[in-house]
């Protein structure tokens, strides 16, 4: 499909069935209630012990809910990659479990980038920089306070400052791109969790990254960044005109549904 096609039938989507879309609404505001009754709860905790574990189940049902909800952007996906114009409804169950599964794939498309930044982090010696830092500021903080000269460390301070600015950048700079190119990597797999239903067919990182070179990827990164500039001009909208922002309570939603189905349209080149 032409991006724009994709763009105008996704965000026209999710006004076609009221009903699942009230129905997402109305889980998305339980969901935020019960992980803030939570977090209220486990701050509780530590006045009144027995708060943890109300606090625990309150995030523990909060989580559940959630999986239900991206099971169902899951379905969402794959109406998009058939190019089927009837919204999904709830299959509670199998929502669910596809939830679950999305769940999964998050963690790793997160942990693997997250892994390779810590190798860029020890290579950069960001760690030893940062304790020789931590070290100098002490030890020139401790000479202060006995009231002998530590003017000696200025320099060195200084350096290991430089070099601790120098790595830090460097891993940060790498972070921000290896971050950003499995987040492609991830909508894809999101996308060939809903077109096959296997967990470990999102799993595979290569075939991922292989269909983002078939759909292209420069009409990966236009239909992304469409999707970015609609919500977030939509978004600037509500925050700009003070009583409209009661309305985020049901665009938010709205809007998770038509990036999501944007996705699935954009896949069905490749599906």
Do not use: H
């Amino acid at each position: 499909m032409d991006v724009m096609e994709i763009i105008k039938d996704a965000f026209v989507f999710p006004s076609k069935d009221l009903k699942n879309l009230l129905i997402f609404i109305v889980l998305s505001v339980v969901a935020s209630a019960f992980a803030f009754g939570g977090f209220v709860l486990y701050i509780g905790g530590f006045i009144v012990p027995e708060c943890f574990m109300w606090g625990g189940m309150a995030c523990i049902v909060s989580m559940i809910i959630g999986w239900i909800m991206s099971g169902y952007l899951i379905s969402v996906i794959k109406s998009g990659i058939d190019q089927d114009d009837k919204v999904p409804g709830f299959v509670w169950w199998d929502n669910f479990i596809n939830g679950f599964n999305n769940f999964v794939v998050a963690i790793v498309y997160f942990i693997i980038p997250a892994f390779i930044v810590f190798i860029v982090a020890y290579l950069t010696n960001v760690f030893g920089n940062f304790m020789i830092v931590a070290q100098g500021i002490m030890l020139q903080a401790e000479g202060s306070y006995l009231g002998y000269s530590t003017s000696f460390m200025s320099g060195a301070i200084s350096q290991a400052l430089i070099n601790l600015a120098i790595s830090l950048a460097t891993t940060v700079a790498i972070g921000v791109i290896v971050f950003v190119i499995f987040a492609f990597f991830q909508t894809m797999a999101q996308a060939r969790l809903a077109n096959t239903g296997s967990l470990g067919e999102a799993l595979n990182v290569m075939e991922a990254a292989k269909d983002l070179r078939r759909i292209g990827i420069g009409k990966v990164i236009i239909v992304v960044l469409l999707i970015i500039i609609v919500v977030a001009v939509i978004n600037m909208i509500l925050s700009i005109i003070p009583f409209l922002a009661i309305l985020s309570i049901i665009i938010t939603p709205y809007l998770v549904i038509f990036a999501q189905r944007a996705i699935g349209l954009l896949y069905s080149d490749i599906a």
